[in-house]
């Protein structure tokens, strides 16, 4: 089974609340991914692969075709994670932005970091993704959190993208503080390297242990969400249809106990009767706004025994029935 790209659930959550103070329709965003119109949960890791979805579903329903690039200027410091904590009680601003490279999965596991000095210059290298809107929103928390951290002093002479320019030079500039270079070979940040230099007055070589544990401890954590993925495929291959499902069984497919199953999901603070309904109601919402499938059909493909206990399920995931839910979405 293939690994899934990941980000940490505090990015879609902010995301939320600063589409809210923007004034945005978030609930009809955040419908294009099949999630409700309420702040989305901190602690539980989103999958990459709506990022696609979700950003095209922002720039048509905001009519904003720069919609990322605002919402990341717009987006508050990426604040109350370890990696923080880690820049802070590190020396100087060049060793956390080493260990925020070493850990950078603990935020995202989309890309691949890493750090040049040319002469004078820094180059943060490794910002390349498909979906435009989602790099540009990524790469203005960044440059946000940098600042920040560095007290103000960080201040990119200029960033290099790989694909052609999307808007104007000065809404890069508003947005970003500096120039930017289009369809270069690299995706990359550039600043003075003097800021490597620059010490933190919150070092602290005790603080800093405790962090670095607790990092080790987070990418363990993220190794365990890989399973959410993993049973996520065994549910679509057939096995909700088959109504072969309970826990034992996908321990047995997973090549572990039952016990170290449950285990290993309360490490990331989840359940499997959790992933399992998660992964029933998105499925139920896709069928029902999206095809014609008969309601005896959605029954059956999302592993229920009979009509009446989907819909109690639904009527408890949604606050609406099948057929209401149905109804508005294809209306």
């Not at 060793?95 to 999965?105: I, S």
């Not at 002479?157 to 970003?176: E, G, P, V």
């Amino acid at each position: 089974m293939s690994k899934e790209s990941s980000d940490a659930g505090m990015f879609l959550w902010m995301v939320y609340q600063t589409m809210q103070k923007m004034g945005m329709d978030v609930a009809s965003i955040f419908a294009s991914v099949n999630l409700p119109d309420q702040p989305p949960v901190k602690t539980v890791r989103r999958n990459n692969s709506t990022q696609n979805r979700f950003w095209s579903a922002a720039e048509e329903i905001s009519q904003n075709p720069d919609i990322g690039l605002h919402i990341g200027a717009n987006m508050p410091v990426f604040r109350g994670l370890v990696i923080e904590y880690l820049f802070l009680s590190s020396p100087n601003f060049g060793e956390g932005l080493a260990r925020f490279l070493r850990y950078q999965k603990i935020l995202t596991d989309v890309f691949e970091l890493s750090l040049t000095v040319e002469e004078d210059t820094a180059v943060l290298t490794g910002l390349e993704h498909p979906v435009r809107h989602y790099l540009e929103c990524a790469i203005g928390i960044m440059l946000t959190f940098f600042r920040y951290i560095s007290d103000g002093d960080f201040q990119p002479s200029q960033i290099s993208l790989t694909y052609a320019s999307s808007a104007s030079q000065k809404t890069y500039i508003d947005a970003w503080g500096c120039p930017v270079h289009f369809n270069e070979s690299k995706g990359a940040i550039f600043f003075p390297a003097a800021l490597l230099q620059k010490a933190s007055l919150a070092a602290e070589p005790e603080l800093l242990k405790i962090h670095d544990d607790l990092a080790e401890q987070k990418l363990h954590q993220l190794e365990k969400y890989q399973l959410v993925h993993k049973i996520e495929r065994l549910f679509s291959s057939g096995l909700l249809e088959s109504r072969q499902f309970d826990q034992a069984l996908i321990a047995q497919h997973l090549n572990c106990s039952p016990r170290t199953l449950r285990t290993d999901l309360q490490t990331i603070e989840t359940s499997y009767e959790h992933i399992l309904n998660q992964y029933r109601e998105r499925l139920a919402r896709k069928l029902l706004a999206e095809t014609q499938e008969t309601m005896d059909q959605i029954v059956y493909l999302t592993g229920f025994s009979e009509q009446s206990a989907f819909t109690r399920a639904f009527k408890r995931w949604t606050g609406e029935t099948p057929t209401a839910y149905r109804q508005r979405k294809q209306s």
